[in-house]
T-cell receptor
Framework: DTGVSQDPRHKITKRGQNVTFRCDPI?????LYWYRQTLGQGPEFLTY????????KSRLLSDRFSAERPKGSFSTLEIQRTEQGDSAMYLC????????????FGEGSRLTVL | GQQVMQIPQYQHVQEGEDFTTYCNSS?????IQWYKQRPGGHPVFLIQ?????EVKKQKRLTFQFGEAKKNSSLHITATQTTDVGTYFC???????????FGQGTTLQVKP
């Protein structure tokens, strides 16, 4: 399968714990995006990368959230000191460089904070 | 900031009936994209419209981009149970290009 892959698919954690999600984009795609989706809502933009450079981070993100794409390939999204309000589906998507079109989404990582 | 809004939020139809969802942006868009998310799945790209007044068809689905490039619609003719899911429109932020999604229209089809 050469699509976008995310790991883990499901994560249950206790409030206050740190969690990390990984995203492996389609190999030739230079742009990588993180979105968050809660029930009944559309994907909400969190951040995106062009190669290893983080070009934008949503103002909605607190400083508990950090994302990296160290070698311009896979990316990680870390949430520190999780809160119940962080419970959501975290979606990763990729797209080819220079293309303002289609995003290819992964299956998502569902986070439940107890 | 830029907002993308969709109506209705939910639509229940009998199989064979038509369905339309509407999308409005607070700003003029360079393009509009449509995605479908099946229950328990992830968003999947359907189409992109670029030109003012553009109309594109995919079998029973008709997509339209408004003349002012601030609104769009998706019309499904003679719905089938396979059309069930949530349909999202999305437009690029004018300054950064990041894709802003509407809240979606969830379609239920009764057989």
């Amino acid at each position: 399968d050469t699509g976008v892959s995310q790991d883990p698919r499901h994560k249950i954690t206790k409030r206050g714990q740190n969690v990390t999600f990984r995203c492996d984009p389609i190999s030739e795609h230079n742009r990588l995006y993180w979105y968050r989706q809660t029930l009944g809502q559309g994907p909400e933009f969190l951040t995106y990368f062009q190669n290893e450079a983080q070009l934008e981070k949503s103002r909605l993100l607190s400083d508990r959230f950090s994302a990296e794409r160290p070698k311009g390939s896979f990316s990680t999204l870390e949430i520190q000191r999780t809160e119940q309000g962080d419970s959501a589906m975290y979606l990763c998507a990729s797209s080819p460089q220079g293309m303002t079109g289609e995003l290819f989404f992964g299956e998502g990582s569902r986070l439940t904070v107890l | 900031g830029q907002q993308v809004m969709q109506i209705p939020q939910y639509q229940h139809v009998q199989e064979g009936e038509d369905f339309t969802t509407y999308c409005n942006s607070s700003t003029t868009l360079s393009n509009i994209q449509w995605y479908k998310q099946r229950p328990g799945g992830h968003p999947v790209f359907l189409i992109q419209l670029v030109k003012s007044g553009e109309v594109k068809k995919q079998k029973r689905l008709t997509f339209q981009f408004g003349e002012a490039k601030k609104n769009s619609s998706l019309h499904i003719t003679a719905t089938q149970t396979t059309d069930v899911g949530t349909y999202f429109c999305a437009g690029p932020d004018g300054n950064t290009g990041k894709l802003i999604f509407g809240q979606g229209t969830t379609l239920q089809v009764k057989p």
